[in-house]
T-cell receptor
Framework: GAGVSQSPRYKVAKRGQDVALRCDPI?????LFWYQQALGQGPEFLTY????????KSGLPSDRFFAERPEGSVSTLKIQRTQQEDSAVYLC?????????????FGPGTRLTVT | KQEVTQIPAALSVPEGENLVLNCSFT??????LQWFRQDPGKGLTSLLL???SQREQTSGRLNASLDKSSGRSTLYIAASQPGDSATYLC?????????WGAGTKLIIKP
């Protein structure tokens, strides 16, 4: 595809439900990033993949959050037992190289609302 | 720990004016700095990327500068238009993570 895509665009979950958010990066991009953006704030880093390897998950807020990229392309961010504080926009980005200096391209995000 | 601050948090100007958005960061050891635009309900659009060895980048009516030693970047928008209304975010890459400011919400009044 031409850009990074994410699905679903909007998700409403009842507190305690599990959710799965999908990211399709730009074809061939090595690096994939997940960010969380609370209302009125800048995004915050969650986790980083280089191909299928998860090199950094230091930003995941709790062990309820889990991300995977098993074949080095599509990635899924899973949140178990959702809480109200998980409500945010979840952004996915990809980059053509593994080096830090390369530009990251963002998807439209998934807006998660936990009720 | 790297911290990024954007001032002002909001700005409203009449159409046609030139304006400057400010971004400051605490750790000068960065790989690059990116300016993004975010429209309500939409994703982030990259506007300009400045490598750490560069001092400025230009794209159309936009010019971004970088002064690593002072930990500052500015985004200059010339001849503003109502379509420029959006939230502008700056982000620095210190390792591979983007560290973000909270953004400046810009409103251009027709």
């Amino acid at each position: 595809g031409a850009g990074v895509s994410q699905s679903p665009r909007y998700k409403v979950a009842k507190r305690g439900q599990d959710v799965a958010l999908r990211c399709d990066p730009i074809s061939g991009h090595v690096s994939l990033f997940w960010y969380q953006q609370a209302l009125g704030q800048g995004p915050e880093f969650l986790t980083y993949f280089q191909n299928e390897a998860q090199l950094d998950k230091s930003g995941l807020p709790s062990d309820r959050f889990f991300a995977e990229r098993p074949e080095g392309s599509v990635s899924t961010l899973k949140i178990q037992r959702t809480q109200q504080e998980d409500s945010a926009v979840y952004l996915c980005a990809s980059s053509s190289q593994g080096a830090a200096s390369y530009e990251q391209y963002f998807g439209p995000g998934t807006r998660l609302t936990v009720t | 720990k790297q911290e990024v601050t954007q001032i002002p948090a909001a700005l409203s100007v009449p159409e046609g004016e030139n304006l400057v958005l400010n971004c400051s960061f605490t750790d000068s050891a960065i790989y690059n700095l990116q300016w993004f635009r975010q429209d309500p309900g939409k994703g982030l659009t990259s506007l300009l990327l400045i490598q750490s060895s560069q001092r400025e980048q230009t794209s159309g009516r936009l010019n971004a500068s970088l002064d690593k030693s002072s930990g500052r970047s500015t985004l200059y928008i010339a001849a503003s238009q109502p379509g420029d209304s959006a939230t502008y975010l700056c982000a620095v890459i210190s390792n591979y993570q983007l560290i973000w400011g909270a953004g400046t919400k810009l409103i251009i009044k027709p």
